[in-house]
């Protein structure tokens, strides 16, 4: 079992930043992947980000490519995402997901093949 507590949302204006941050624990894991999703209301989850715990290779949702970044620092079991120029329409709950097994490269955006979830954190983007 592994805990993930997402941290870092609020309210920004567009263009502006933020950083979420999502700390696990419980168990250590090194060959898994964890990845940020996001859900705004009355739409399903949608996947943002994901990476590697082992390789560092990442992946990204084509709507924040070039604008999010997704990193992780192993001593600290901790995956930040940086988000930078934020709009209007990445206004959601974002969540952060943990998969113990690795999960194929055409499956990191599945939201189901994440085993393992934060409670969630708000960003607001106001226009």
Do not use: H
Request: hydrophobic share 35%.
């Amino acid at each position: 079992q592994v805990q993930l507590v997402e941290s870092g949302g609020g309210l920004v204006q567009a263009g502006g930043s933020l950083r979420l941050s999502c700390a696990a624990s419980g168990r250590t894991f090194s060959s898994s992947v964890m990845g940020w999703f996001r859900q705004a209301p009355g739409k399903e989850r949608e996947f943002v980000t994901a990476i590697s715990w082992s390789t560092g290779r990442t992946y990204y949702a084509d709507s924040v490519k070039g604008r999010f970044t997704i990193s992780r620092d192993n001593a600290k079991n901790t995956v930040y995402l940086q988000m930078n120029s934020l709009k209007s329409e990445d206004t959601a709950v974002y969540y952060c997901g943990a998969s113990l097994d690795p999960i194929s490269i055409i499956r990191v955006g599945v939201a189901r093949e994440y085993d393992n979830w934060g409670q969630g954190t708000q960003v607001t983007v106001s226009s």
